[in-house]
């Protein structure tokens, strides 16, 4: 990957590598220092699978540098399209099953996929849809509606949860439907989370213009951070929505083996508890962004640990 205008993640992960063991060395140390949680997350998961969990967060962590650390546009475009090739020649080299080893000199990032995408037989389509969201946040800014918010998410965070269940072993249509609804309630928490960030940072905006009208809420008041009860009510009515999401999802809770279960509630439970607290702060996200004190993560892992979901 070419060029001194990409992030160190990005630089690195496209250094050739030797061989699979060195490449899957990448992605764990990629995680040990980009991922404050994964300490908690490496305990819940089986073991067999917390290799696979590096080699899948590496190729998330990359796109998604490339979709929000390229300052130019047409820059991100551009390096995206790259990796969205090396993506189909992994997929290409796996379909030609070159065996462990052949790869050498290939990326640590696709090297290492490669190995997790062989043993649990995952399709590319998820994997592709989240470059392809990146690619879109690359050209649209702003959604008129709430559906169109939601479509994006079946790109930008549906895919991750299916991935996930397929290294767990689940390929059925009604367990990803319901990971699907949990994965974009998590994804629409985060945007209301972050919605002067976004803006300001990225000139982004994801609240559905049609509530923004609806409430009376302006580009201007959010880039100047001044929350009013309008703004207060309208996230309020998107929260909601967000909830009901959040509530559907868990059905899928049951439907997982208990190795599993607790895991993936974790991943639940941890977006809820910031819809909790964009509640407490009286829905007020331009003045404050809400987050969870080191006091409320370790309850709610001790909750999950002990059994809670």
Known sequence: ???????????????????????EAYTRELVRTHYENFSVVSRLLPKRLRQDFC??????????????????????????????????GMYQRLGEKVTRGQ???????????????????????PFDDLIRAFEQDQTVTRYETWEQVVDYCTRSADPVGRI??????????QRQQLSDRTCTALQLVNFWQDVRRDILERDRIYLPMEAMRKFGVTEE??????????????????????DAMFQEGRGLLPLLAKEYRKQIALFGRGGMAILEAIRRQKYDTLTRRPRLSKWQKMKLVTFTLLGGT
Do not use: W
Request: hydrophobic share 40%; aromatic share 8%; charged share 30%.
């Open 164 to 173: 996930v269940l397929y290294m767990c072993g689940y390929r059925d249509e």
């Open 103 to 125: 790869g050498e000199g290939e990326s640590a990032v696709f090297t290492a996929l490669a190995e997790t995408v062989r043993r649990h037989d995952i399709p590319m389509k």
């Open 1 to 23: 990957m070419r060029g001194g205008d990409v992030p160190a993640t990005v630089r690195e992960a496209f250094a050739p590598v030797g061989s699979a063991a060195e490449a």
């Open 221 to 242: 008041q959010i880039r100047a951070g001044r929350f009013d009860s309008k703004y207060g009510d309208m996230l309020r009515e998107l929260c909601d929505r967000t």
């Open 55 to 88: 080699n899948v967060y590496a190729f998330c962590r990359v796109a998604d540098d490339l979709g929000d650390e390229v300052a130019d546009r047409g820059r991100a475009l551009e390096l995206l399209g790259e990796f969205r090739r090396g993506l189909a």
